[in-house]
């Protein structure tokens, strides 16, 4: 049996057995907060349970390295949408210890993608149109400063609402033990004042 041929059957029982029922909830965050965090298996299951978030509790975003690599890119309008339009306040950017995004080199990737028949040509016509493929490829040297400039990338960002919170946290993928690197209300707090003195 393939991988696919097993999920369908397991979604064949799931639905008809009705295990549904206790998912049910609705699209808007009770908590009210958006999470941006890593695609790390290990966190799969450890970062809701270690964060007390339930279904229907949050929007998460999940991606590799918890990276915002572009200011108008998919993963910002995540944010965005589930601000205005799905009714969260807070942001919540959880990078890990051990990530596979610390110290990635794009000479890794570019390698084994030409094990698997990318030829060479290929890159070099990319980076020929101007694709910056090394630097689309690299990871960061370390986890706190890729969290703080994930915060400081949608903090800034000129859509986003001034009362919003954006927080900065490092989770520990064996223990689920979060350690805070911004605190987001202190930023929204100064926003604040600073607006009331305008
Ligand atoms: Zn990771």
Redesign the pocket.
């Known amino acids: 049996m393939t991988l696919l041929d097993s999920v369908l059957d397991h979604n064949k029982q799931f639905v008809m057995e009705k295990q549904y029922e206790r998912f049910q909830t609705t699209k808007f965050p009770d908590k009210k907060i958006v999470i941006l965090t ?3 298996t290990r ?1 799969l299951e450890l970062l809701p349970f270690a964060m007390n978030i339930k279904n229907g509790d949050a929007k998460l975003i999940r991606n ?3 990276v915002i690599s572009h200011p108008f890119g998919s993963i910002m309008r995540s944010i965005l949408v589930a601000i205005y339009e799905l009714g969260a306040n807070e942001v919540m950017v959880v ?2 210890h ?5 110290g990635l080199q794009p000479s890794s990737i570019l390698q084994k993608s030409q094990e698997r028949g990318v030829s060479l040509e290929t890159i070099d016509m990319l980076e020929f149109s101007g694709v910056d493929v090394k630097g689309f490829l690299t990871g960061f040297e370390k986890v706190e400063e890729n969290v703080e400039n994930s915060v400081q990338m949608i903090k800034r960002h000129p859509l986003l609402p001034k009362d919003v919170s954006v927080h900065g946290l490092v989770i520990c ?1 064996e223990t689920g033990q979060l350690d805070l690197i911004i605190n987001g209300y202190e930023d929204t707090n100064m926003s604040m004042i600073q607006n009331q003195k305008v």
């Open positions: 890593c695609m790390d966190l590799a390295g918890a990078g890990h051990g990530c596979g995004m610390t993928p």
